[in-house]
């Protein structure tokens, strides 16, 4: 298949083209290496890509609404696996226009691209941050997104909709896999779990923000890639959102406990006030995807986060 991948230099997006590659897919990764954190971790990320004949990449930014239309019609994917984005929550907060800017003006410009193209298949990356602060858990796929707490959610529920206008206008099929928790090697440095291992292993002290109570369904990027290329197989309806988690939330407390554990390493934890902007827990309802996409998590917390360490302590 030839396969668009944007953002495809990212933690998430390198593991999915790494998967697309192995199965023999022809993908071209549209990136702007944006400044957010090293761009030589996105270089070392598509290292191997480069080398592969299968792959091209088009370093560009998803808001130059002519560099992708440009783009995409020279390639004729037959599906677009969207990731590129703003990602991180908190920072959303002060930078709100930005996040809009990137998210949802740069997801309707590759809709743009492709509505009048026969069947290019669009799969919109959102999140769990979608579900807000609703306080029913875990998250069902047809629960309310009316309560989002930041702008970087509400640019996810803003491009699930322009994902649900663009299909039914233009008969787009759209597959919307909200990701819970991601986690695994290459992982975003401003994550808790990589930011945690590295603090831990060089001895430097961690802050805890609230009690260490909050909770995350943490979930292996190699699932998530699963869970990927299982959507861009489906295609028993047009439209569809599906959860991508784990269903096993994890206290963030006991996440430093596995970490101590699987390191040998005794955390200094300095506890801080709760964050403006994150939510209490995330805990994915996934009977939809295990049903329909076959999905089913495999990487156990405590195997992800040895292969975790292992990879962190390889870089210090
Ligand atoms: N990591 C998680 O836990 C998580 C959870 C839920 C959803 N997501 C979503 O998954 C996607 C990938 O996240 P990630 O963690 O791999 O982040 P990442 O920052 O590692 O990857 C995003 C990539 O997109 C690129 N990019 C950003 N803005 C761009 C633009 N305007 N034009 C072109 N390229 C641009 C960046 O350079 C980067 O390489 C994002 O849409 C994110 O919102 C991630």
Redesign the pocket.
């Known amino acids: 298949m030839k396969i668009i991948v ?2 495809g ?5 390198s593991h999915i083209t790494d998967r697309l590659l192995k199965e023999k897919n022809q993908v071209l990764c ?5 400044n ?1 954190y090293d761009i030589k971790e ?1 270089q070392k990320n598509i290292e191997s890509h480069l080398k592969n004949r299968d792959y091209k990449l088009a370093e560009g ?3 130059d609404k002519n560099f992708i239309s440009k783009t995409i019609n020279d390639f004729l994917p037959e599906a677009i696996i969207h ?5 991180a929550v908190r920072p959303s907060i002060n930078t709100a226009e930005l996040y809009y800017h ?1 998210n949802v003006t ?1 997801t309707l410009n590759l809709l743009e691209a492709i509505k009048d193209k026969k069947n290019i298949k669009f799969i919109f ?1 959102s ?2 941050s979608v579900y807000g602060l609703n306080t029913k858990v875990p998250f069902e796929e047809k629960d309310s997104i009316l309560n989002p707490a930041s702008p970087y959610a509400s640019t996810k529920i803003a491009g699930e909709s322009l994902c649900f206008s663009y299909h039914y206008n233009y008969k787009i099929p759209v597959v919307i896999l909200r ?1 819970f ?2 986690y695994g090697t290459r992982q ?1 440095p401003d ?1 808790a779990v990589r930011k945690f291992i590295e603090r831990i292993c060089r001895g430097e002290e961690i802050s805890v923000f609230g009690d260490g109570g909050t909770s995350r369904d943490y979930t292996h990027v190699y699932d998530i890639t699963d869970g990927f290329c299982r959507a861009l197989d489906y295609t028993k309806k047009s439209f569809d959102i599906f959860n991508l988690g784990n269903s096993e939330p994890v206290k963030l407390i006991d996440l430093i406990g596995i970490i101590q554990k699987v390191s040998g390493i005794k955390p200094r934890i300095r506890y801080e006030n709760f964050q403006q902007g994150d939510v209490p827990i995330t805990y994915a309802d996934i009977s939809k995807a295990r049903k329909i996409l076959g999905y089913k998590p495999t990487v156990e917390l405590k195997t992800g986060i040895s292969e975790m360490v292992d990879w962190v302590q390889g870089k210090l």
């Open positions: 944007t953002g230099a990212g933690f998430i997006g549209i990136d702007n290496f944006d957010f996105k930014d998803i808001t990731l590129a984005a703003k990602t990137s740069g990356t999140s769990s990701l928790s991601v975003r994550l």
